[in-house]
């Protein structure tokens, strides 16, 4: 029996060396939904920067760059680019010249404007990264955001619930940006529910993908989505089947850092949730 080409995505991502999420994150979980992962690192830092202090950080812009041109004058095929955190604005406009570089017509590039969460910028980051991943957006086919990037990059105020009206708006400036396809994660309809919201503006499709919700903050959650998602839609999966399924993986894993009591800084406990989350990805493809 042969099997097909596997497909292959680059992770532009930094890389934290505890606290889960990022790379540590990107690199299981694409491998885990049968994709190869190509790293391609933004910085390196001791820990994520958030409930950590004293924490290090090398910004490796400098490397960005020749890694992409190595890559391209071997020759490498990407099925995907996807990028999470950038160090800098100077990083987005690298991460536009490796996707001229590397990105060919067949390229899915996925964009998560990590940036900014419950209604505050993440540490070292500002209005001008915002600027920047506005500019990244028209160039993305899929764009996943939380709500307060999506505010943010839109515009609007951060609120902790989010109305349909509140929603469509959101969604609607989304498209004006130039975003093709959006996930927007962490959608709170009322108190007690949160979900993810994907909706492809070409064929106007729309899908949900709600849970009770959990007190507290989940490190990497975003990452774990955003992983998942673009994986399974670099297979070739359906929007409302990767969504659900990339939905699943986080839930999983929440609950499994719930039971095991796992300090949040950590990151999330979603080894043991990988298997199922593998399963549920081959059954997709029919390979279960």
């Known amino acids: 029996m042969s099997l097909p080409a596997l497909r292959r995505i680059a992770a532009i991502h930094d890389l934290s060396g505890l606290g889960k999420c990022s790379l540590t994150v990107a690199l299981p979980v694409i491998s885990a939904a049968g994709v190869e992962c190509a ?22 812009s400098d490397d960005m760059l020749p890694i992409a041109e190595h890559w391209a004058a071997e020759g490498v095929r990407l099925d995907g680019i996807y990028s999470g955190y950038l160090a800098s604005p100077a990083q987005a406009a690298l991460l536009g010249q490796i996707l001229d570089l590397l990105a060919g017509p067949e390229t899915q590039i996925i964009v998560d404007p990590v940036m900014a969460d419950n209604g505050a910028y993440y540490s070292n980051l500002d209005e001008a990264m915002c600027r920047a991943f506005r500019r990244l957006i028209a160039r993305a086919h899929v764009v996943t955001p939380n709500v307060t990037e999506a505010a943010f990059l839109t515009g ?22 130039g975003a093709r396809t959006v996930a927007v ?33 989940f ?45 949040r800084r950590f990151g999330m406990d979603f080894e043991g949730a990988l298997p199922a989350f593998a399963q549920r990805a081959a059954a997709l493809f029919d390979e279960a």
Not at 41 to 58: R, V, Y
Not at 156 to 177: F, G, I, K, N, V
Not at 186 to 213: H, I, K, S, W, Y
Not at 230 to 237: C, D, E, N
């Open 39 to 60: 790293c391609i690192p933004t910085a390196l830092l001791s820990t994520h920067t958030g409930e950590f202090t004293g924490w290090t950080m090398h910004d490796l």
């Open 219 to 263: 490190y990497g959650a975003g990452d774990l989505f955003a992983s998942a998602l673009s994986a399974l839609l670099v297979r070739g999966a359906a929007l409302e089947d990767a969504l659900e399924t990339a939905s699943s993986l986080v839930t999983d894993s929440v609950e499994r850092t719930l039971l095991r009591g796992t300090p």
């Open 156 to 177: 609007m105020p951060y609120l902790h619930t989010h109305s349909p009206a509140y929603l469509d708006e959101l969604l609607a400036r989304l498209e004006a940006l």
């Open 185 to 217: 994660t962490g959608v709170r309809p009322e108190d007690g529910t949160v979900g993810n919201l994907a909706v492809d503006f070409r064929t106007g499709q729309c899908c949900r993908a709600m849970r009770p919700a959990r007190s507290g903050l």
